[in-house]
Nanobody, 129 residues
Framework: EVQLQASGGGLVQAGGSLTLSCAASGFTFDGYATGWVRRAPGNEREGVSALSSTDEGTYYADSVKGRFTIFTDHAKNTVYLRMNNLRPDDTAVYYC??????????????????????WGQGTQVTVSS
């Protein structure tokens, strides 16, 4: 069974940092783009960050550029999102997703939220002011 398990969320003060993890089971990331999508109450899903299947392309929403970093550990079959300088408007449920494609591009940010082949259960990130 193809599964993604997200973890690492929590409560942090503005300016703080968190690292989210997303472990895959039942498949490997080979041939898959991966990424993170968030949803705040009352808002639509927002693609936060994406990593191409070759690990050569990284893409970020404008709102998180320079603060968030996506990376993967293939040995652990895990993708991470390092979040620095967190702001209250980063508060949301964060989901990890995987899409079977070898195509790169910023289009992955939106695609992962709606066309994914695997979807994690979400982890809550709350940033207090």
């Amino acid at each position: 069974e193809v599964q993604l398990q997200a973890s690492g969320g929590g409560l942090v003060q503005a300016g703080g940092s968190l690292t989210l993890s997303c472990a895959a089971s039942g498949f490997t990331f080979d041939g898959y783009a991966t990424g993170w999508v968030r949803r705040a109450p009352g808002n639509e899903r927002e693609g936060v960050s994406a990593l191409s299947s070759t690990d050569e392309g990284t893409y970020y929403a404008d709102s998180v550029k320079g603060r968030f970093t996506i990376f993967t550990d293939h040995a652990k079959n895990t993708v991470y999102l390092r979040m620095n300088n967190l702001r209250p408007d980063d508060t949301a449920v964060y989901y990890c997703a995987a899409l079977r494609t070898r195509t790169n591009g910023a289009w992955l940010l939106r695609a992962l939220g709606y066309e994914h082949d695997a979807w994690g259960q979400g982890t809550q990130v709350t940033v207090s002011s």
